[in-house]
């Protein structure tokens, strides 16, 4: 009995280690927000006299709007148009057997872990080319090397776990394949879709190296860039409490959809990681 | 017949076949196998189009740049110039340093995440009150744009006012504040230990998934026969999360070794802690060396392809049923 009480002590007491590991820098990007001036420069756990100024600033002298607004219209088109097309796709992939299958399989796996830096000057000449250079559709355009594979190769693995009799049923009824993909397999794959589509979608609005690169004006950039490049001389001058204020500001979003939807996401990462 | 897909299905008027038989009857393919795989290429035709336009075209544009001497500035007017590149690149000391921070970073990082990871799996995996919670506690490390992330840690990691020296100093382990993302030594540690902090939640959770895949009368009968947890661990619970652990493992290195954005913004373009990924973008958009980056960015694809058939071999992929 004491032995147990004591495990179950250092259980708690590691639980409480990781928790606080985690969410620490998070809680102290929230207490630097707060702070103004030199109040910055104090170490303290609460702030003593909390102040908005970082976040109206960040709003009122940088076009931090703006580059909110520019992620949520990327990240937004990227998921519908990746789960547009992976939805057919993996339609496709998942449940027809048809010579080639194997090889498109192993293809749209290897993109997906393509590094982005390999297609960096293929991608810039074709953005170029397409006139898309500084302009939000380049990334819409880009995004899709990373979303589309990781789309189409969750939803196919959703696909194949689908019961057969369905569509069996919709075949002796003279369904066609069309009819038997938005009457039958599209309900049915709804959470998939939204497990799917809420992990491309932040990929998406986390996407740095694209942003960086095929953007050049301020009201250009998405949050990442603009978070990044937060005008500073200096290192030393960095205007700490209003890239913290931008830091909350972006991250509770993605906080609160982790929190309702815990679970979907892990069982989307496992989907795409383990059961491969 | 209710509804028919735009552009599909217009052939004139197949008639609906009374069956449901998929396979060929006899050896011959029957005419509801062929409306299948043609509708099959059907719906695959816009994402291999896509695919092909957003990432095969692109890359092997990239490794034909790698055998000129194509500059960001002008278009049209590069040359042949054949191994030069790669020759030059051999002989580059910044290049060969870059490689050595990004394989130091891959497999420190990934070596820590992994026990970590395992660590708190098995912690989380206790039946304790709040696990939804503690699970999604554990989540938020991993839903922080990475960039956000590095910003946090640049601020923590302040040479003057940041809280971690603070800390460290409160405790009495080092006697005056720490450069960390600028001393030399310090750089690519505090790189390291960021990517930790971010990725551990990742491996736990996979780590977790699998682990709750392993039946509980194991656990039982080791318990009542006496056996001690460690060796339960190793003997028992490894072994059964093995090919889940190799496969987030290979996923997490194929992850590090393409690493940008974390030293980028943690430290710039500093030779202490740039990634493969870093010099090749410095090489062709700051530089704009088109030719010499898109040369680095070749040798990087060439590696990453190589664990990419490593894991596909090694995790055995379902690749049909």
Redesign the interface.
């Known amino acids: 009995m004491r032995r147990s009480l004591l495990s179950r002590v250092l259980?708690?007491l590691?639980?409480a280690v990781?928790?606080v590991?985690?969410?620490f820098?998070?809680y102290?990007?929230i207490v630097?927000s707060l702070k103004t001036g030199s109040g910055?420069?104090v170490?303290e756990v609460f702030p003593r006299e909390p102040a908005w100024g970082n976040y109206v600033a960040i709003f009122r002298e940088q076009p931090f709007a703006r580059n909110i607004l520019n992620s949520v219209f990327v990240a937004t088109s990227v998921v519908a148009i990746s789960l547009l097309?992976?939805v057919?796709?993996s339609?496709?992939?998942g449940r027809?057997?048809?010579r080639g299958?194997?090889i498109?399989?192993?293809?749209?796996?290897?993109?997906s872990?393509?590094?982005?830096?390999?297609?960096?000057?293929?991608?810039?000449?074709?953005v170029?080319a397409l006139g898309l250079y500084n302009h939000l559709l380049s990334l819409t355009?880009?995004y899709?090397?990373f979303t589309?594979?990781f789309t189409?190769w969750v939803l196919t693995t959703f696909v194949?776990e689908l019961p057969k009799e369905l569509e069996?049923a919709a075949?002796?009824d003279?369904?066609?394949?069309?009819?038997i993909?938005?009457?039958v397999f599209l309900p049915l794959l709804g959470p998939a879709l939204v497990t799917t589509g809420l992990l491309a979608f932040?990929a998406a609005?986390?996407e740095?190296?694209f942003a960086l690169?095929f953007t050049l004006a301020n009201e250009k950039r998405t949050?990442?860039?603009a978070?990044?490049l937060v005008s500073g001389a200096s290192q030393?001058e960095l205007p700490?409490g209003r890239?913290?204020a931008a830091?909350v500001i972006?991250?509770v979003p993605?906080?609160v959809?982790?929190?309702i939807f815990?679970?979907r996401?892990?069982?989307g990462?496992?989907a795409g990681?383990?059961?491969? | 017949m209710a509804v028919s897909g735009p552009g599909i299905e217009r052939g004139p008027g197949v008639p609906p076949v009374p069956t449901g038989a998929t396979a060929p009857v006899g050896g011959e393919v029957s005419r509801l196998t062929r409306q299948r795989r043609r509708a099959a290429w059907l719906f695959l035709t816009p994402m291999l189009v896509v695919l092909a336009l957003v990432a095969a075209w692109p890359l092997l544009r990239t490794i034909y740049f790698a055998f000129t001497d194509a500059r960001l500035g002008d278009a049209g007017g590069w040359s042949w110039v054949g191994l030069q590149n790669f020759r030059a690149l051999s002989g580059d000391a910044d290049w060969w340093r870059a490689v050595v921070n990004t394989v130091v970073f891959a497999l420190v990082s990934v070596t820590l995440e992994t026990v970590l990871g395992v660590g708190i799996a098995l912690t989380l995996d206790a039946h304790i009150p709040g696990r939804g919670l503690l699970r999604a506690a554990v989540l938020i490390p991993w839903a922080i744009p990475t960039v956000v992330s590095a910003q946090m840690w640049n601020w923590m990691y302040n040479d003057l006012y940041g809280v971690v020296n603070a800390m460290l100093m409160g405790l009495g382990l080092i006697a005056a504040p720490l450069a960390w993302t600028a001393d030399p030594n310090l750089a690519l540690p505090a790189v390291i230990a960021v990517d930790v902090w971010k990725t551990t939640p990742f491996m736990a959770l996979l780590v977790l998934a699998a682990l709750q895949l392993v039946p509980g009368e194991i656990y039982e009968a080791a318990r009542i026969d006496g056996i001690p947890a460690t060796k339960v661990f190793w003997k028992v619970t490894l072994p059964l999360i093995r090919p889940a652990l190799l496969v987030a493992i290979i996923f997490r290195t194929l992850d590090a070794l393409r690493i940008f954005d974390l030293p980028y913004v943690l430290t710039g373009n500093s030779r202490y802690t740039a990634s493969m990924a870093v010099f090749a973008r410095q090489q062709l958009v700051e530089f704009q060396d088109v030719g010499y980056g898109s040369a680095a960015s070749t040798f990087l694809f060439a590696i990453i392809a190589l664990f990419t058939a490593v894991y596909i071999v090694a995790g055995r992929v379902r690749l049909s049923e």
């Open positions: 259980l708690y590691l639980v990781i928790v590991y985690t969410v820098p998070f102290w990007a630097s910055l420069y170490i097309l992976a057919t796709a339609w496709a992939l027809i057997q048809f299958r194997g498109l399989l192993l293809a749209v796996l290897s993109v872990m393509f590094p982005q830096v390999a297609v960096l000057s293929g991608m810039f000449e074709l170029r355009l880009s899709m090397i589309l594979p189409t194949r069996e075949l002796v003279g369904a066609r394949p069309w009819t993909l938005t009457k932040i609005w986390n740095f190296l690169t949050v990442p860039v978070i990044a030393f700490w890239v913290m830091s972006v991250t993605l906080v959809l982790v929190l815990q679970r996401i892990v069982s990462l496992t990681a383990v059961k491969g």
